[in-house]
Nanobody, 126 residues
């Protein structure tokens, strides 16, 4: 059983929107920096966005800036990735991950993350 669970993936048309959710059982996500990563077939895992556990600073890969938004809802123990203006190149399996280091600035180094979900497929196609 994975400590994190992603949901919200699916098929979306180019220009459309999806909201991915990341939840946890047994621990509070607000104690962790949370990252969203993606991996497309034949490509390496890539950091997409992250939110720190100090001051909730956010970070985005250049290709999604202005289109994707990461946020927390601590009452629901959930972190979201709002994806707007979807592009075919955004097609991938999206994973959320939790980093238990205190971080004012979150990072995209996947090996720094301690817990992972099993991923949710996002397909952008007409």
């Amino acid at each position: 059983q994975y400590p994190l669970v992603e949901s919200g993936g699916g098929l979306v048309q180019p220009g459309g929107s999806l909201r991915l959710s990341c939840t946890a059982s047994g621990f509070s996500l607000d104690d962790y920096a949370i990252g969203w990563f993606r991996q497309a077939p034949g490509k390496e895992r890539e950091g997409v966005s992250c939110i720190s556990n100090i001051d909730e600073n956010t970070n985005y890969v250049d290709s999604v800036k202005g289109r994707f938004t990461i946020s927390r809802d601590n009452a629901k123990n959930t972190v979201y990735l709002q994806m707007n203006g979807a592009k075919p190149e955004n097609t991938a399996v999206y994973y959320c991950a939790a980093d238990n280091e205190p971080r004012r600035v979150c990072v995209f180094r996947w090996y720094d993350y301690d817990y992972w979900g099993q991923g949710t497929q996002v397909t952008v196609s007409s």
